[in-house]
């Protein structure tokens, strides 16, 4: 069973609006982390956002935003007034406790396009 | 600041030949794993360790070898190379395993077996 899906391989947006890339989880721990990543196109991975189970906030990250609904183990990501740089792979990960070890599981990928 | 570091960025072998990359953190993390990146299948975890000496398999071992003798580096061992190992390959460091800290990672490693 798929730990993390992402359900849009693809997204467009026009610069400076704002656009949410979804991601969906599965675990029955109850404690576990979120997380979010941006690859641009030059292939490094970069952190973008983070959310502990147990957080009753939203987290947030300058213009990033992650949207958690914990029933409905969703974690999307919202991108408030997009730029032109903000065009990449985005991937939602989780971590997992397997072993007593925490490992980091990943979505699929969504590839956003922001438009001029 | 270096933090994690790969080596080679770009490999290309033959099937059947066995190579090592390279991997060196210099943030004293204790936790640190090998992914490889498929397109439309996000990344999947190789092998992890959760410190000097430690080791363990994750999601897609098999044809990869691991060892950790310092806390530093990492090497991800292919012991012969086949085509199905064509990846780009990352390896990634965080402060402990035992928190939900951010993973950072290095430049990634594109290995193209023929």
């Known amino acids: 069973a798929q730990k993390i899906t992402q359900t849009q391989p693809g997204m467009f947006v026009q610069e400076k609006e704002a656009v949410t890339l979804d991601c969906t989880y599965d675990t029955s721990d109850q404690s576990y982390g979120l997380f979010w990543y941006k690859q641009p196109s030059s292939g490094e991975m970069i952190f973008l956002i983070y959310?502990?189970?147990?957080?009753?906030q939203n987290a947030t990250e300058g213009r990033y935003s992650l949207n958690f609904q914990k029933a409905r183990k969703s974690a999307n990501l919202v991108i408030s007034a997009s730029q032109l740089g903000d065009s990449a792979m985005y991937f939602c990960?989780?971590?997992?406790?397997?072993?007593?070890?925490?490992?980091?599981?990943f979505g699929a990928g969504t590839r956003l396009a922001v438009h001029p | 600041n270096a933090g994690v570091t790969q080596t080679p960025k770009f490999q290309v072998l033959k099937t059947g030949q066995s190579m090592t990359l390279q991997c060196a953190q210099d943030?004293?993390?204790?936790?640190m794993s090998w992914y490889r990146q498929d397109p439309g299948m996000g990344l999947r975890l190789i092998h992890y360790s959760v410190g000097a000496g430690i080791t363990d398999q994750g999601e897609v071992p098999n044809g990869y070898n691991v060892s950790r003798s310092t806390t530093e580096d990492f090497p991800l061992r292919l012991l012969s190379a086949a085509p199905s190992q064509t990846s780009v390959y990352f390896c990634?460091?965080?402060?402990?395993?035992?928190?939900?800290?951010?993973?950072?990672f290095g430049q990634g490693t594109r290995l193209t077996v023929v």
């Open positions: 943030m004293n993390h204790e936790y």
């Open positions: 959310q502990g189970s147990y957080d009753e």
């Open positions: 990634a460091s965080s402060y402990s395993p035992a928190r939900n800290t951010e993973a950072f």
């Open positions: 990960a989780m971590r997992e406790v397997s072993g007593g070890y925490n490992k980091l599981i």
